[in-house]
């Protein structure tokens, strides 16, 4: 018998130079989507696991809001 977890996979918020922006642009919330952890969240998931992915970086989730919502996770 498989026993089943909820997984929290998370993208940390990530600070950038400011001289890493095009002109007008943030850093902030740029780059792409975190595809990696979605690769291992859909195995995860087709194992019976709850997963569910915290991408901070391109949300811009603080340090504090993160450990909120994985603590409600």
Partial sequence: MRHS????????PIEWPKQAAA???SVKNHGTP????GQIGTFL?????VVR???AHR?????GALAR???DY
Wanted: glycine share 16%; net charge positive; charged share 15%.
């Fill in 34 to 37: 975190p595809l990696g952890l």
């Fill in 69 to 71: 919502k994985l603590r």
């Fill in 5 to 12: 977890k909820r997984v929290a996979l998370v993208l940390p």
């Fill in 23 to 25: 002109p007008g642009q």
């Fill in 59 to 63: 949300y811009g989730i603080g340090l």
């Fill in 53 to 55: 992915i915290f991408d």
């Fill in 45 to 49: 998931a087709s194992q019976g696991h």
